[in-house]
């Protein structure tokens, strides 16, 4: 990959830009499989896809063209979502640990990672500017997570899919050219 310099374009697919894409795509399979397999087991195919997605984090950070753009910051994005994907499957996981009255918790797991997801994107926006894009897809999230109670739990793994690959898909054009 050609070295960026300061008077170069900046191309279409930068590094955030490849890692959105790549959440989105891992979203949409992992809350599909979700909605049609309920199952506790299912944690481990979601710990599969949190590796995949944080593993092509970690390995964009190795890239040249993440040092020479001055990325450094996004070291703490993905501290942010380490620290939110590794609480979401600890809250993913109790209510499937024994007969606790966490069970009760399992119905609602698709609204708990749309407001999860919310707020990881909230989270995200404090430490890479600028903020709106964040604010607003993971505003989109909460709020579906909201419909979901208000209109039917039925299909929440769907939306939290639809909605999180969305929220992906817009921080494409919305985030900037980084």
Partial sequence: MPRETLGSPVPFWTLCRRVYLVWAILLGIGFAATQFHQEANINWLWLVISLIGLGYM????????FRAAGLAHLYFVGLVWTLVIALGMIFSVLPFVGRT??????????????WQMGLGHWLNGLVDP??????ITGGIQILAGVACLV?????QFAVAGGIGALAMLLLIPLHGSR
């Avoid at 970690?58 to 063209?65: D, F, K, N, S």
């Avoid at 600028?130 to 604010?135: A, D, E, F, K, V």
């Avoid at 209109?151 to 299909?155: A, D, K, N, S, V």
């Fill in 151 to 155: 209109w039917g739990l039925e299909w």
């Fill in 58 to 65: 970690v390995r964009q950070t190795a890239l040249p063209e």
């Fill in 101 to 114: 009255p966490l069970a009760a918790l399992s119905q609602y797991l698709g609204v708990f990672w749309l």
């Fill in 130 to 135: 600028p903020r709106l894009p964040y604010w």
